[in-house]
């Protein structure tokens, strides 16, 4: 039996990547169904294509999660669809890199607005439905650019706050039996890790002493273990999964 089975997901920013990964492994796992919320709806479509008769599983919606209103409409259409919301993970994010005294208004607002407002908007509408039900499993996906970060401050500030309040949430939403946790990646293999440039990443490997990126996989795996009961007592902490690299 898989260890998700019976549960249903919600997993922003699936449509590739890190959020991709994550609906592969919780499909692997047994889930009964997720809804993904793509900002790109055509990403999420093709990512369901690309998937075998579990794409059944998958409920795509066209969402961009710094809009509550569409955010709102997003998990409203998922219990329709599936009943209830087991499991969210707020795995959405951009990055708008530069030098803070170089920063505008704009690169600060747009990545706090997703990043971290997102992630807002998500639990505001979904923590009330795990209330209900007196279960619940929330990851929130940070970085290790959390603890600073050259070039990074829109970004850290976001990924750190998200540190903050998903401690907060683990200690309000602990008496009704919901699981909050981060996860912080270090340097993974993906489309916004594609973006560094080539002797920049030739550093980072330098300072992880695994001497390598990570793969998706290798975040997914983690974000299963923390949203399934084999993580019942683990609650209000930041996994960082990095090779032991720091920023
Ligand atoms: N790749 C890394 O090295 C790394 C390291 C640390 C943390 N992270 C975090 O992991 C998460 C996934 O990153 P990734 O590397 O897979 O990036 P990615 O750019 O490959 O994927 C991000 C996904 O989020 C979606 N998205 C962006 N804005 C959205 C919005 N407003 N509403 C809904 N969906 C939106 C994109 O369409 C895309 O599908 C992000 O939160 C990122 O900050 C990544």
């Known amino acids: 039996m898989g260890k998700l089975e019976g549960k249903y997901a919600i997993i922003t920013g ?3 990547g890190i959020g991709e990964s994550i609906v592969h492994r919780f499909l692997d ?34 969402c961009d999660v710094s809009n509550e209103k569409e955010v709102e409409k997003a998990v409203a259409q998922t219990v329709e669809h599936f009943g209830t919301v087991d499991i969210l993970v707020n795995n959405a994010g951009i990055t708008q890199d530069g030098m803070f005294h170089k920063m505008s208004d704009d690169a600060w607002d747009a990545v706090m607005n997703v990043n971290l407002k997102g992630a807002y908007h998500l639990c505001k509408h979904v923590v009330p439905i795990m209330r209900g039900n007196a279960f619940g499993k929330i990851v929130n996906i940070s970085s290790i650019s959390a603890f600073g970060n050259v070039g990074q401050a829109n970004y850290a500030a976001s990924k750190a706050g998200l540190i903050g309040f998903s401690k907060t949430l683990a200690k309000e939403g602990g008496p009704k039996n919901i699981n909050v946790n981060c996860v912080a990646p270090g340097y993974i293999e993906t489309d916004m890790y594609r973006t560094v440039p080539k002797e920049i990443i030739e550093e980072h490997i330098k300072n992880t002493p695994l001497r390598r990126l990570g793969k998706p996989h290798e975040i997914a795996s983690v974000v299963s273990f923390l949203s399934s009961d084999d993580a019942s007592f683990l609650s209000g902490q930041c996994i960082i999964v990095s090779g032991a690299a720091t920023t």
């Not at 009964?32 to 579990?54: C, F, K, P, T, W």
Request: no cysteine; proline share 3%.
């Open 14 to 16: 699936g449509g590739k």
């Open 29 to 62: 796992d047994g889930i009964a169904g997720i809804a993904v919320l793509e900002y790109d709806q055509n990403l999420a479509e093709e990512m369901v294509s690309r998937l075998d008769d579990r794409g059944a599983k998958i409920l795509p919606i066209q």
